[in-house]
């Protein structure tokens, strides 16, 4: 457990299991508890996000849950983009204004890894137009934006992809 | 007599005085929507003014200075948008080699520069440096009672948010992720001699240091997420007092060093970390007089940071340090490091279980310096070392 000058040190009531030098040392057992006097259990992180019981960390953060339905304005980051007011079902603000390399992050929790059905909801005045969903750098799906006759008229278009847990991007 | 005789005169003229003052305290609230609109609210506002920003993008030409009190709120961070235009370029020239006074930073390069002022709070909009200016917010002496947040501030050279002795204010609620790289010098909260600030929920992300202090007194940093592969918080001048970080979240190393830091104050704490979760094998990084560390989960999974001691120094201490009730899960080198004599160190009641990993070291998880005292304690501990001794 020692090196250099540790020996000189008060050691006293620790368990030790498979440590190399615990016959240099006296160890006496005091009786007294060993360990933490109490189970450790809290939250951390941003707004209590993260939960610590134990040994074990566990995610409870407020991202967007999967299965689920995110508002495109809902992204913790984003760039280049704007927001307005949709006349789609639900009203609400869409996100518009996207040029090619413009995109938006999106913090999701997946409750159960797998393969899902990605629908988004889309309005284009022009054709041939793309999105990419991206974890990171690895482009998950490529989604065809269609002319859609406005650019407040919707349709949905859908992508079938594997999500895992963590955050996700949107790509113009 | 006279007093008696013109009662009503007495009492007119106070109510008159009393109007005088009311108008000069009111303060206004104006919604702007385009650029030109924002500069005139705010340099011809008075103090206290409420400026609104309107959803939008204002594209800015030149630092903005708010009066004192001036709340300036946007509707979101996804919708009201600040940037430099790009004329608006100072770059990397003028950065700061040295952090130790107020002249080090250019107001003209960050985006609002409150000089002195009291009072100001800065919301619900991005502010986006677009690697063009040195930071968003730069106090350069003396504010106090600020609050910043729910704000995406990123793209800064130098810091997102920067200030010199402010006081009793709050940092709460915002994303910052500078770019900014290559010394010691760059931090997305980089504060010189703060006292009584409040940083919570901030997510905090880019290659820069993350939270930078210069003698920390009474801040308070708790349940932020810090994710970085440079030092989450770094605190390295003498004479903190009383500062406490809690119920963080730290991919990267706490950095608390400073030949023992000067005297303790009357409370005998620079430091208390407790209830934080750590990844980084090398996850304090000392030697500090006057700290206690417990109840934290040190998880030590972080990569870049496996190789390392838990506790790393390379300097004197007199102590004391309390390190206890802490679980500790695979530590890479060992627990504790330090190449001279560190005196009144004290770890009791924590769990550690050391797995093997691919960087472990066998030869000792405490490595105490050349003329360690015999007032170093070890007791009341679980060391589960399994496969390998250690």
Redesign the interface.
Do not use: M, P, Q, W
């Given at each position: 457990m020692f090196g250099g000058d540790g020996y000189a040190s008060t050691i006293e009531n620790n368990s030790l299991t498979n440590v190399s030098d615990a016959g240099s040392y006296a160890n006496p057992n005091t009786g007294a508890p060993r360990g933490p006097l109490a189970p450790l259990n809290f939250v951390c992180g941003v707004n209590g996000e993260d939960v610590v019981n134990g040994w074990t960390i566990s995610v409870v953060n407020p991202a967007a849950a999967i299965p689920g339905k995110i508002e495109a304005g809902n992204c913790s980051d984003m760039s280049s983009i704007q927001t307005e007011t949709t006349t789609d079902t639900g009203g609400g603000r869409n996100v518009g204004y996207m040029d090619t390399g413009d995109w938006l992050d999106y913090s999701v929790n997946v409750a159960t890894a797998g393969t899902y059905n990605v629908d988004f909801r889309v309005a284009s005045l022009n054709a041939n137009t793309q999105l990419q969903l991206k974890k990171g750098s690895t482009v998950l799906a490529t989604v065809n934006v269609p002319y859609t006759g406005g650019w407040q008229n919707w349709q949905t278009v859908t992508v079938k992809r594997g999500l895992y847990r963590n955050s996700l991007g949107i790509f113009c | 007599m006279n007093r008696v005789k013109h009662p009503g005169l007495v009492a007119r003229m106070g109510a008159i005085a009393a109007l005088f003052m009311a108008a000069a305290l009111q303060a206004a609230t104006v919604t702007v929507s385009n650029v030109t609109q924002l500069v005139n609210a705010v340099n011809n506002g008075a103090a206290n003014d409420v400026i609104n920003l309107a959803?939008?993008?204002y594209v800015l030409g030149a630092s903005l200075t708010p009066k004192p009190g001036m709340t300036i709120k946007g509707t979101g961070k996804?919708?009201t948008?600040l940037k430099p235009s790009a004329s608006w370029n100072p770059g990397p020239a003028g950065l700061p080699e040295d952090p130790v006074g107020p002249g080090s930073a250019d107001p003209a390069t960050y985006m609002f520069s409150l000089g002195g002022n009291d009072g100001i709070k800065i919301s619900d909009m991005t502010l986006d440096c677009l690697s063009q200016l040195h930071g968003a917010i730069l106090i350069t002496y003396d504010g106090k009672n600020h609050e910043f947040y729910n704000l995406?501030i990123?793209g800064g050279l130098s810091a997102g948010i920067r200030a010199f002795y402010i006081q009793s204010s709050s940092i709460h609620d915002n994303?910052i992720?500078t770019v900014a790289t290559g010394d010691e010098w760059r931090a997305c909260i980089f504060l010189a001699w703060p006292y009584d600030i409040q940083i919570y929920?901030?997510?905090l992300t880019g290659p820069s240091m993350k939270i930078k202090l210069r003698q920390d007194i009474r801040s308070h940093i708790h349940?932020?997420?810090i994710l970085t592969d440079n030092f989450a918080i770094e605190a390295p001048f003498d004479n903190n007092a009383d500062a406490e970080y809690d119920?963080?979240?730290f991919k990267s190393p706490v950095s608390i060093p400073k030949m023992g830091g000067g005297d303790p104050p009357a409370s005998g704490v620079q430091n208390h970390i407790h209830?934080?979760?750590f990844m980084p094998a090398y996850a304090i990084e000392f030697a500090r007089d006057g700290v206690e560390i417990d109840?934290n989960?040190f998880?030590l999974l972080a990569a870049g940071w496996e190789d390392g001691r838990l506790i790393s120094a390379w300097c004197a201490g007199d102590g004391p340090a309390r390190f206890h009730?802490?679980?500790i899960?695979d530590p890479g080198y060992g627990l504790f490091f330090n190449t001279d004599?560190y005196n009144n160190f004290q770890f009791y009641?924590?769990?550690v279980?050391a797995n093997p990993t691919p960087n472990m070291y066998?030869?000792?998880?405490?490595?105490?310096?050349?003329?360690?005292?015999?007032t170093?304690?070890?007791?009341?501990?679980?060391?589960?070392?399994?496969?390998?001794?250690?």
């Open positions: - | 959803a939008g993008t996804v919708t948008i995406n990123k994303t992720d929920n901030n997510r349940h932020n997420t119920h963080n979240f209830h934080n979760y109840h989960l998880d009730n802490n679980l899960k004599a009641n924590n769990h279980i066998t030869d000792g998880l405490f490595i105490f310096g050349e003329g360690a005292s015999n170093d304690v070890i007791k009341d501990n679980i060391f589960d070392c399994t496969t390998r001794a250690r």
